[in-house]
């Protein structure tokens, strides 16, 4: 069974940095795309940051300029470098396969509050 444990989150200060990482277990992530989601409801998670199996990346909205993608897939683990943090990057962060026929079960993501 697939399990993707994200961790990392935590308070920061405006203009701070925070490192998000991804672990998944139960599968070879190698093969797919990997991105970072945003909660932005309880129903609804925008996508971020994804990365592709050979490590190219693309960013959408806020995160250009300020998140780094990055993968182990030796160790089938994702990480998300956020810079400069803003009030607006408050979320829940989940990782999951950016193909949304083979996404897994979420995992319960990480809280990143930003304060204002």
């Known amino acids: 069974q697939v399990q993707l444990v994200e961790s990392g989150g935590g308070l920061v200060q405006p203009g701070g940095s925070l490192r998000l990482s991804c672990a998944a277990s139960g599968c070879d992530f190698s093969r797919d795309g990997m991105g970072w989601y945003r909660e932005v409801s309880r129903e609804e998670r925008n996508l971020v940051a994804e990365?592709?199996?050979?490590?190219?990346?693309r960013y959408y909205g806020s995160a250009k300029g300020r998140f780094t993608n990055s993968r182990d897939n030796a160790n089938n683990k994702v990480y998300l470098q956020m810079n400069n943090r803003k009030p607006e990057d408050t979320a829940v962060y989940y990782c999951?396969?950016?193909?949304?026929?083979?996404?897994?079960?979420w995992g319960q993501g990480t809280q990143v509050p930003v304060s204002s």
């Open positions: 999951n396969k950016v193909n949304p026929i083979r996404q897994d079960a």
């Open positions: 990365i592709t199996r050979d490590s190219r990346t």
